[in-house]
């Protein structure tokens, strides 16, 4: 996992930043360490100036790597309108999610539905491997029932081979991001109860050792436990 490293831009761009540039920021962490200042929703204050901001989030697919991004993108919708020719020369998908901030917002929202409906594939899997329950059954009954969709379909290959490698995605990142999540929701005075749990099941998982291992793998760092 990359080590993490948080930035401000308070006094580093200071007045270099002249008329005519746009400035187009990508972040990953919690909203505020970064230097944004959403007090005009808009903007982002170097100095004495607020200039005109567009926060562009990464998103890539768990399933497949590719040279193609997935933009999120935060700030004022005709100022986003104006620069997606540019982001378009990067990003196959940009998608305007609100205010400056709105696109890392959305991005945390996304991935703690994603890994945390993984996440309870994991345990439910793990109880079913306990229970003496085949995985075959297991992804059948699921699959032909409410547990069908795209989380089923991310650790199908792990629970039937063994192999983890349909989501590349470690379980010390999943770790990382619903802490991202957990932060940004108790910020905002939303409740976050189930991704607690999720986080506490990620947490417990990376301190037994298993943060370098694939999240599908998260079944086996369950059933180890006992």
Request: overall charge neutral; glycine content about 14%.
């Amino acid at each position: 996992t990359k080590p993490r490293r948080e930035y401000s831009l308070q006094g580093q761009l200071s007045m270099r930043v002249e008329g005519g540039v746009q400035l187009i920021g990508r972040g990953a962490g919690v909203e505020g360490r970064h230097g944004f200042d959403r007090s005009s929703q808009h903007g982002l204050r170097i100095g004495r100036q607020c200039r005109p901001l567009l926060d562009g989030i990464v998103q890539q697919p768990f399933l497949q790597i590719s040279t193609w991004l997935n933009l999120l993108v935060g700030g004022d919708a005709a100022l986003f309108a104006e620069c997606r020719p540019l982001l378009a020369c990067f990003a196959e998908n940009s998608t305007h999610a609100g205010a400056v901030g709105a696109g890392h917002q959305m991005k945390l929202l996304h991935n703690y539905v994603s890994l945390g409906m993984v996440s309870l594939l994991a345990e439910a899997a793990s109880g079913a491997l306990k229970a003496g329950i085949a995985m075959d059954t297991f992804v059948e009954v699921l699959a032909k029932g409410g547990g069908a969709g795209v989380g089923l379909e991310r650790i199908r290959q792990h629970l039937l081979t063994g192999d983890p490698t349909n989501m590349r995605f470690s379980i010390a990142n999943a770790h990382k991001d619903l802490s991202y999540f957990n932060a940004m929701a108790d910020a905002m005075g939303a409740d976050h109860a189930i991704a607690a749990g999720v986080l506490a099941t990620l947490e417990r998982a990376v301190h037994d050792g298993a943060g370098a291992r694939f999240i599908p793998e998260l079944v086996d760092a369950i059933g180890a436990r006992h």
